[in-house]
Nanobody, 120 residues
Framework: QVQLVESGGGLVQPGGSLRLSCAASGSILAIENMGWYRQGPGTQRELVAAITFGGTTNYADSVKGRFTISRENNKNTVALQMNSLKPEDTAVYFC??????????????WGQGTQVTVSS
């Protein structure tokens, strides 16, 4: 099985920063893509940022220039550095990974979510 564990969420004032981290473990042969999604109050889940095995990134327009996604290829981890946070960034953030298992299957896996609250 594949498990994703997120950390780094919390409460921060507007303009502050947080760094989220997600570590994948289990029967993993390789992880192709990793990303962060979020769902705020009364909103649909949206892609925040994603990164491929080769390092290609994409971001939601609302976070470009403020958030940076990075990946440690040797550790099956992904981080999201969030700067200049706004109240509208408040959401539950979910880590996602597309993984190939050691027994030859491919699938999408999700973390349990971590709460980010931006408020004064």
């Amino acid at each position: 099985q594949v498990q994703l564990v997120e950390s780094g969420g919390g409460l921060v004032q507007p303009g502050g920063s947080l760094r989220l981290s997600c570590a994948a473990s289990g029967s993993i042969l390789a992880i192709e893509n990793m990303g962060w999604y979020r769902q705020g109050p009364g909103t649909q889940r949206e892609l925040v940022a994603a990164i491929t095995f080769g390092g290609t990134t994409n971001y939601a327009d609302s976070v470009k220039g403020r958030f940076t996604i990075s990946r440690e290829n040797n550790k099956n981890t992904v981080a999201l550095q969030m700067n200049s946070l706004k109240p509208e960034d408040t959401a539950v953030y979910f880590c996602n990974a597309n993984a190939i298992t050691t027994y030859g299957t491919r699938g999408d896996y999700w973390g349990q979510g971590t709460q980010v609250t931006v408020s004064s």
